[in-house]
């Protein structure tokens, strides 16, 4: 059982119509190019972000906690974050689930290739995992990079992926940031999420059983 105290507010319209949460998962992907001696960037520089509303509803999704160090019980992941215009491109996986002592475990991975000076990189740095515990969700703020450098040394990309919480007290810094898909673990969905046709990468998330 979930033991979490928290303060609901309705968002104003322009967020999520009325939903209640307590607060927010932030999520943030940053594409930095490095440059050429030219002066001409290394690919698209891109800062883009997602939220995620800590509704009510949203925490019961998490019904069942670990059975054994292999089923982990419910779990919340979101994925995403590949250029729509490079097939292949860097993209990260993020999944939380409780543990036997009432903490949350957390994991948050990337994978991916990048093109720099017409080279396609696939072995980026650091390979390993980002990974946390923590006991409460509001001290979640958590980051993982990956680096792509040339051979020559003149230009490569950094890929950065972060969560965090947010509080509903902070929500009006939110308001232009899209909110992303959820599924339940049956794959009904939980909120629609906002229109990422427009976006120039997108992200989706869903409950399911580990």
Same mark, same amino acid.
């Given at each position: ?29 940053? $594409? ?10 290394? /690919? ?7 939220? %995620?509303? #800590? ?14 160090h292999v089923r982990m019980g419910t779990g ?21 689930? $409780? ?10 991975? /990337? ?7 017409? %080279?396609? #990189? ?20 958590m980051g993982y990079q990956l680096s792509f ?22 929500a009006k810094t939110l308001e232009a940031i ?33």
């Open positions: 059982m979930l033991l979490l105290l928290f303060n609901f507010i309705v968002l104003p319209p322009s967020t999520y119509a009325d939903v209640e949460t307590n607060g927010f998962l932030l999520i943030k992907v940053d $594409r930095y190019p490095y440059r050429y001696k030219d002066g001409q960037a290394n /690919g698209p520089f891109v800062q883009q972000s997602f939220k %995620v509303p #800590l509704t009510a509803e949203f925490m019961a999704q998490f019904k069942h906690g670990p059975i054994s919340f992941y979101c994925g995403g974050g590949n250029l729509k215009t490079d097939e292949g491109s860097t993209g990260f996986t993020w999944w939380i689930h $409780r543990t036997a002592d009432n903490r949350w475990s957390i994991n948050m991975w /990337g994978a991916g290739s990048e093109t720099a000076e017409g %080279v396609k #990189l696939d072995s980026p740095y650091p390979t390993a995992s980002q990974y946390m515990k923590i006991k409460e969700l509001q001290g979640l703020d450098a040339a051979r020559s040394g003149g230009s490569g990309m950094n890929v950065s992926f972060e969560v965090k919480y947010v509080s509903a007290q902070d899209p909110v992303a898909p959820v599924q339940k673990t049956d794959r009904s969905m939980l909120f629609k999420g906002d229109d990422q046709r427009e976006l120039p990468l997108v992200i989706s998330c869903g409950f399911q059983e580990g």
